[in-house]
């Protein structure tokens, strides 16, 4: 879309043309060949339909995005975590309720048993 506006110069009675360009700025993701299919197959049973346009990715997947809560994303940044991070997690917990340790030290107490540590998070 392009707006034009003219202004006039009165002292010179000139006419400048300013033009104002408005971009939609589009981003490209890839979708792993499972993701695909399954966004595919959704799409086409909801354009399976006597009236109406078809319905674009774009529109599936904004309404998907709209629908994701707090608790997708806590369980999507928990399913990133590797057995070290969880490790730091449950020694800053320890030391959280039972003072200062050292990481050394607090993977001693594990492994000789002295304590028995659950993550509260992944248990829901």
Known sequence: MENTQTFDSSSKNQHQVKKVKTEKTSVLKK?????????KQLKDKI????????????EIIALSLSLVSSDHVQKLQES?????????????????EHGKITLDQFIGLLIRGQISQTNKNLEK
């Open 31 to 39: 979708l792993d060949p499972e993701t695909g299919k399954a966004l």
């Open 47 to 58: 354009n399976k339909k006597s009236y109406g346009r078809n319905i674009r990715d774009s």
């Open 80 to 96: 990133t975590f590797s057995e070290k991070d969880r490790l730091h997690i449950a020694h800053e917990d320890y030391v959280k």
